[in-house]
């Protein structure tokens, strides 16, 4: 079994996708000595079980930037790394019941408009679709498809969880 | 890879601590061996985890486990890419899934979980099905998508995921520590959230400031009582609901209410007060009328407390009014080099006679504002650093990392002193009835403070103003303060004085141009480009942020903190709402409070030239309806001294009287 060093820069407590983005982000910027303890595998906690939909729409502009962010790099994760991530670009349908939802509703797609506008503005083409978000349709963003869940792993290789997919079975047998 | 190591099957068991910092992790692994790591800082990513690895650390992270459910359909033939579908109201999400149907639930009451803490065996663990649990949103689901009922459930997931108390993760330096970094507490929304914050954390840790405004997600606004477990538990039935539940303005938790309150509390209560709640702290938001039902009835249009509010504003602009302000944090900066220190951190001049009051802004090294406070001279080695109920740790512990070798204490005395707010043209008049002290403009002038008798009590007086009016800010000991208020009630009863609440407060601050902090203005923001310039000392001590206040005093503004007025004053702005200038060719970055009553919202105002910013406001002055009758109002963008003193300076802005008197 590998054994961490003795000595490093940053110590990441958890292995899960953010302790992970984290390590990633870290050595982006050029830092090394970053070691990332994990108690049992990666992703064992919560990633792993995550139905993985990634919405960019969030109630501020820079959460809004962070949540696009996330999708930018899940888009071009695939080529970086040579592994199939499951990435798909789906969009959604949110459906209001009520008037209250509605104008909440309404609200969120001016405020992507906003961001839209922002990013032709501002952005390289990349960033394009979300100027296509509408009120009623907003170009939102799903991962790792849950009935393939991977072990999220800035590593060279990815890895099926196994247990994962044992559980999956166990609860198939007879649901109510 | 590229300088990171991963070590699986390896499980942190303590921290070495020197002082504030972590200096070594120790380590043991499944096949028994165990170790330490000299590091120099620490990270703790550890998701469902993190509230107890932060004990371990002495931080606070303050998160619960919840369980949450979805299910998976058998294989439904012919089903192609579909979008994600969500129907919030039916607490459900709808994903196509290789062929299949994933339907998850975000019921309104959770079921927390992992209350005595998470198994250490926990590893890709599912926890038990709870289809009584389940059913009611798999009964709508089926109405809602009848293939459901024709296709068999292949899987009943159940699996726990953490809850924060406000639905937002938690992401940077741990207060209490210099180097122990967070980011946990995803509520649902980690892999959307991951990538992102994995970015902006990075960014923080490399240069040691905020790569822009993380205030939404910053761990400093965590309460030191957030960490408490009874708390968390109630709280996260809760907020794995809110994800979609309506977000309406104003909307108030109902779970783990009335934790902090001010000694007024039951007195408030008495009279019709209706709590909202911030960092714990239970604050009246406004008052109902007798025989008006003392509760919230939300929407997105008018509330049931709009008019309410509006009477309030009204005395506050016309007659006087009391309010509540006790959730305020007070950190006392005490000691020798107290002067010297606080020279240092703040960008205003703090060498100032004892009894003065200095609106005064900490700056980061970009010229950003950190904090936004009042510091109020109390002796020749003491200050009362006066600073919103909700970033009173964020601001100490900023403080706190800045102390180097200056001689001062630093202390939180926000519970010793409540605040009773006196504040409007008659202000003075009451104080007098219930007071033999001075309040003249002579003695006690806009901006100091002066003990007083009130009552049968003493108190200080702080003659400053968040509203825009002539007032009193009354710092009373809080075994005091019940006998204060009583006092000042009695006597304004006479004078129709009314109780306001903090719904009032934020229309008045608005109408006036006053910034709020967390709203109008972050760390993001340069305090030349929000306006506030004018609180800069003039003297040539070096402070936090000179040269870039410096620097950009030479290259010019790139942005303004501009107000619009509304001419129409139906539509109501709430918070963070974008402004389009010619169908977007320009777009305004929100940033608006919604002006509860006035219609002012705020707005950054960007433009790509350099040119336009002579552009100052993009406002020309509009007009603007107000419910006792319409009047005009020019926009300033940038005040010429916050926190107005009517009586010594004059007020540049129409007050609300001069329009009800229209």
Redesign the interface.
């Known amino acids: 079994m590998a054994l961490p060093p003795e000595q490093a820069r940053v110590v990441i407590v958890g292995g899960g996708v953010i302790g992970c983005s984290v390590a990633y982000h870290l050595t982006q910027l050029g830092w090394r000595d970053v070691v990332l303890l994990e108690r049992k595998q990666l992703t064992s906690g919560t990633t792993w079980h995550a139905a993985g939909l990634i919405a960019q729409l969030r109630a501020t502009k820079n959460m809004t930037r962070l949540a696009k962010y996330s999708q930018e790099l899940y888009g071009r994760l695939e080529a970086e790394t040579g592994v199939a991530t499951g990435f798909r670009r789906n969009g959604s349908i949110t459906v209001a019941l009520s008037e209250a939802r509605r104008e909440e509703i309404l609200r969120q797609a001016s405020m992507a408009r906003a961001s839209a506008s922002r990013s032709r503005r501002s952005a390289p083409p990349s960033s394009r679709p979300a100027t296509r978000m509408s009120m009623s349709r907003t170009s939102r963003r799903r991962f790792i498809s849950t009935r393939t869940a991977k072990a999220i792993r800035p590593t060279s290789r990815w890895r099926w969880p196994r247990a994962r997919r044992c559980a999956a079975r166990r609860s198939s047998s007879a649901p109510r | 890879?590229?300088?990171?190591?991963?070590?699986?099957?390896?499980?942190?068991t303590g921290f070495e601590k020197k002082g504030r910092r972590i200096t070594g992790?120790s380590?043991t692994?499944?096949?028994g061996?165990s170790?330490?790591?000299?590091?120099?800082?620490?990270?703790?990513?550890?998701?469902?985890?993190?509230h107890e690895?932060g004990r371990q650390m002495g931080v606070n992270v303050p998160l619960h486990a919840c369980e949450h459910f979805?299910?998976?359909t058998d294989t439904v033939p012919g089903l192609t890419?579909?979008?994600?579908?969500?129907?919030?109201?039916?607490c459900a999400?709808y994903?196509?899934?290789?062929g299949?149907i994933?339907l998850?639930a975000f019921e309104p009451v959770a079921k927390p979980w992992g209350m005595n803490g998470i198994p250490d065996s926990?590893?890709?663990?599912?926890l038990p099905?709870d289809?009584d649990h389940f059913e009611p949103i798999l009964e709508r689901a089926v109405n809602r998508m009848p293939l459901l009922a024709e296709t068999?459930?292949?899987?009943?997931?159940n699996?726990?995921?953490?809850f924060t108390p406000d639905d937002a993760y938690h992401l940077g330096l741990a207060p209490g520590m210099d180097n122990v970094w967070v980011?946990?507490g995803?509520n649902?929304?980690?892999?959307?959230?991951?990538?992102?914050?994995?970015?902006?954390?990075?960014?923080w840790?490399?240069t040691g400031e905020k790569p822009?405004?993380?205030g939404?997600?910053d761990i400093a606004r965590m309460q030191p009582f957030q960490g408490n477990r009874h708390y968390l538990f109630e709280r996260s039935r809760e907020t794995l609901g809110l994800l979609y539940a309506?977000?309406?303005p104003y909307r108030q938790k109902a779970t783990a209410r009335g934790i902090r309150r001010s000694p007024l509390h039951e007195q408030l209560l008495r009279e019709g007060a209706v709590m909202g709640e911030l960092s714990g702290w239970e604050r009246a938001n406004w008052f109902a009328d007798p025989g008006q039902p003392a509760e919230y009835e939300y929407?997105?249009t008018r509330q049931n407390w709009f008019d309410n509010a509006a009477r309030e504003h009204r005395a506050i602009r016309e007659n006087v009014g009391l309010y509540d302000m006790s959730s305020f944090g007070k950190i006392r900066v005490e000691g020798p080099d107290a002067e010297a220190f606080l020279n240092h951190v703040s960008a205003s001049d703090l060498s100032v006679p004892v009894g003065k009051i200095v609106y005064s802004q900490f700056l980061n090294a970009s010229g950003g504002i950190e904090a936004d406070v009042t510091v109020t001279r109390l002796s020749e080695t003491a200050y009362l650093v006066v600073t919103p109920a909700a970033t009173r740790l964020a601001d100490q512990e900023w403080l706190r990392r800045h102390m180097g070798a200056f001689r001062v204490a630093l202390f939180d005395a926000t519970a010793a002193e409540a605040v009773i707010c006196v504040m409007g043209p008659r202000s003075r008049d009451l104080l007098r009835r219930v007071s033999p002290s001075d309040f003249s403009n002579a003695t006690n002038p806009f901006g100091t403070c002066r003990e007083i008798e009130i009552g049968m009590a003493l108190a200080r007086a702080h003659r400053v103003t968040y509203v825009g009016e002539l007032g009193w800010e009354i710092y009373v000991s809080a075994e005091m303060a019940a006998h204060v208020f009583e006092v000042l009630r009695e006597a304004g009863r006479e004078m129709e004085a009314r109780l306001c609440g903090l719904h009032m407060m934020d229309s008045c601050r608005i109408e006036k141009g006053f910034r709020h902090f967390g709203h109008d203005i972050s760390s993001e923001d340069h305090i030349l480009e929000a306006g506030l310039g004018f609180a800069i000392k003039k003297t040539g001590t070096d402070y936090i942020g000179r040269d870039a206040v410096a620097r950009r005093r030479e290259e010019g503004l790139r942005h303004r903190l501009v107000q619009f007025m509304l001419t129409d004053p139906e539509p109501l702005l709430y918070?963070?709402?974008?402004i389009?200038r010619d169908g977007?060719?320009w777009?305004i970055?929100?940033?608006a409070p919604m002006a509860t009553i006035s219609v002012l919202p705020w707005a950054w105002a960007t433009s790509?030239a350099r040119a336009s910013r002579r552009r100052r406001c993009s406002t020309a002055p509009t007009r603007s309806k107000w419910p006792g009758g319409a009047s005009a109002r020019k926009p300033r963008s940038s005040p010429s001294m916050i926190r107005n003193p009517k009586g010594s300076k004059p007020d540049p802005s129409p007050s609300l009287r001069e329009r009800f008197a229209r």
């Open positions: 890879m590229r300088g990171a190591k991963i070590v699986e099957r390896t499980k942190v992790v380590w692994n499944e096949t061996e170790g330490r790591i000299a590091c120099d800082m620490v990270v703790n990513c550890a998701g469902m985890w993190g690895v979805y299910i998976v890419q579909l979008p994600v579908l969500r129907v919030p109201e039916e999400y994903k196509e899934d290789a299949k994933l998850g926990f590893e890709f663990d599912q099905e289809f068999g459930i292949h899987t009943f997931f699996g726990p995921e953490s980011a946990a995803f649902s929304i980690g892999i959307q959230s991951a990538g992102g914050a994995g970015s902006a954390l990075a960014a840790m490399d822009f405004d993380l939404d997600v309506d977000h309406f929407s997105w918070h963070a709402e974008p389009l977007g060719s777009a970055s929100p940033r790509p």
